[in-house]
């Protein structure tokens, strides 16, 4: 199983609404990864996760919270998102910090 | 910091044709490197990578990509490029000794082959 899956595939929710983006791996992967991709831009960092501990924050709105619930597990919990947090959240992992990135297909999230 | 450099933003080629894509990166430590493709609707994938050894390395699909440390580059190469070769590529360069030890994506090359 070399696979990141990602749930949902798309979502769009309001302002005030709250919720959770998935990702799992079942590569035996200690490092995990989120990352925010706008249309025709590069993925850029948002936190990584390392041995199940937040080691890199790129200063993201604490709006964006992360959680790794287990090796094998990472959340994205989004609250009082704004219209420009639209975007491909993509979630990555890697057998240690530093190996290539094996990544999931993404979810679109719209913020209407 | 490390930063990535793509010159190329948009190539167009007809099949056939050989295609470089140029990257540049920029740390004073030890990199590792990687180039990346994103088909049309299609997750990220690993094309190549470079950790250390022979600087010319190759990957999947015919591409192959060289490391010459003295131009902190690490420039892709197909000899015939393919319709199925349209995409977005992606040249990354994460810190390979105790710098940050996540992946820096450079701008994106996207490449356009007709047929």
Known sequence: ????????????????NKKSLKCEQHMGHRAMYWYKQ???????L???????KLSINESVPSRFSPECPNSSLLNLHL???QPEDSALYLCASSRVPGAEAFFGQGT???VV | AQSVSQHNHHVILSEA???ELGCNYSYGGTVNLFWYVQYPGQHLQ?????????PLVKGIKGFEAEFIKSKFSFNLRKPSVQWSDT????????????GRRALTFGSGTRLQVQP
């Open chain 1, 1 to 16: 199983d070399t696979e990141v899956t990602q749930t949902p595939k798309h979502l769009v929710m309001g302002m005030t």
């Open chain 1, 38 to 44: 706008k249309a025709k831009k590069p993925p850029e």
């Open chain 1, 46 to 52: 948002m936190f990584v996760y390392s041995y199940e």
């Open chain 1, 79 to 81: 609250h009082a998102l």
């Open chain 1, 108 to 110: 679109r999230l719209t």
């Open chain 2, 17 to 19: 044709a050989s295609l």
């Open chain 2, 46 to 54: 690993l094309l190549l990578k470079y950790f250390s050894g022979d």
């Open chain 2, 87 to 98: 995409a977005e590529y992606f040249c990354a360069v994460n810190a390979g000794d105790t």
